[in-house]
């Protein structure tokens, strides 16, 4: 079902400046969390059940009751703006058309937990969106909304817009905190987690945009009302950025729950230029792939996903169409991994590249049926046993890549030539580090 919570103001005109936001009811949900114990407002967004809508899929409301309420040091909100996988573009929208909602989000967050200071860490890249946010929090301040007292009872509250320089491993959230701290963008060892050692080393709660976005709905209207959408473990509303082979790409929020097909046939038009559907990766491009069978019998909700054997991850759908090379598609989304691996981890900094030539050899038509066995040894050898799980987002797509489309791959090697492409090899492919 098509339910407009957080994309609400999306096509609104000026949706992204202060008059428009509030003309439509905008910080009420502020006011209303002001009027509220911090510990009722915590307890209200736990039993909304909204689950953090980055990729992990954690509870918002539980995530928060980890950071201690009674110590000296201070405590940050991180949110999280670097959205860097490929087929996600979710939060893009929301920073683009409607920044204040997230703003408003942060408040109500930062009351809950008895945060002072925020830290907006947004992409590099996203000169538009930046340029709104930036807009947007000088709007925030001028109107009183941030900065000193803003609550008429002694409540501070400081927002820092900090742009990133584009690498994927920042959307890790311990690499993320080193960034913002000045660092190298490289992940730390956990624990401790950051809601205990955080930026600074102080208490840190990391959130994403849109799990941000979604508070002023929860608090305005209950939590009750936004855990009966969606599915019982998997409730309210979700963006979802859908892509590839599809006749209308975009973001559409639906419930929780939909099936898949609604999503594709009902609401992006279905696979572009009347083609069959071969395979979908659902949640971005690190989570397993399906295949059109799968694709069509699943619902978009956590449990379901996981059951089907892959992840709702960012809610990214990436569509392939009938007369897509599968190899060819590996080979793209590995070199991705392989450039983006921070090389801080051996199993990752050389599995990754490993994978990638292995792939390139095989897309060429000069691999061996040695080789496939060697990439699919090398995904199954390097997930889970490195500090941030980079190595798992490459090794999950090759695994189920070679699991559910062996064929292609071994007709590669058999033939030395690639049906869907006529051997079109791109030289840009190769060469990573």
Known sequence: MERKIISKNFGVEDSWTLPVYEANGGYAAMRKAFGMDPQAVLEEVKASKIRGRGGAGFPMGLKWSFVPRDIDKPKYLCVNADEGEPGTFKDRHILENDPHMMIEGIIICCWAVGIRKAFIYIRGEFHKQCDRLDSAVREAYEKGYLGR??????????????????????????????????????????????????VFDCPTVVNNVETLAALPWILQNGAAAYAAIGTEKSSGTKLWSIS?????????????????????????????????????????????????????????????????????????????????????????????????????????????????????????????????????????????KTICVLSDA????????????????????????????????????????
């Open 149 to 198: 007292n803003i609550n008429s009872d002694g409540f501070d509250l400081d927002i820092v817009v900090h742009r990133g320089a584009g690498a994927y491993i920042c959307g890790e959230e311990t690499g993320l905190i080193e960034s913002v701290e000045g660092k190298r963008g490289q992940p730390r060892m956990k624990p401790p987690f950051p809601a205990l050692i955080g």
């Open 244 to 384: 590839g082979h599809v006749e209308r790409p975009g973001v559409y929020e639906l419930d929780m729950g939909v099936p898949l097909r609604v999503l594709l046939e009902e609401h992006a038009g279905g696979v572009r230029n009347g083609k069959k559907l071969k395979a979908v990766i659902p949640g971005g491009s690190s989570t397993p792939v399906l295949t059109a069978e799968e694709a069509y019998t699943v619902n978009l909700d956590y449990e379901s996903l996981e059951k089907a054997g892959s992840m709702l991850g960012s809610g990214a759908m990436i569509i392939i169409d009938e007369e897509t090379c599968m190899v060819w598609v590996l080979t793209i989304l590995e070199k991705f991994y392989a450039h983006e691996s921070c090389g801080q981890c051996p199993p990752c900094r050389e599995g990754t590249a490993w994978m990638h030539r292995l792939l390139c050899k095989i897309e060429r038509g000069e691999g061996t049926l040695e080789d496939l066995d060697k990439l699919e040894d090398i995904a199954n050898n390097i997930g889970g």
């Open 394 to 433: 490459a090794a999950m797509p090759a695994q189920s890549f070679i699991k559910k489309f062996r064929h292609e791959f071994e007709e590669h090697i058999k033939t030395g030539h690639c049906r869907f492409r006529d051997n079109k090899w791109t030289a840009a492919l190769e060469g990573v580090h």
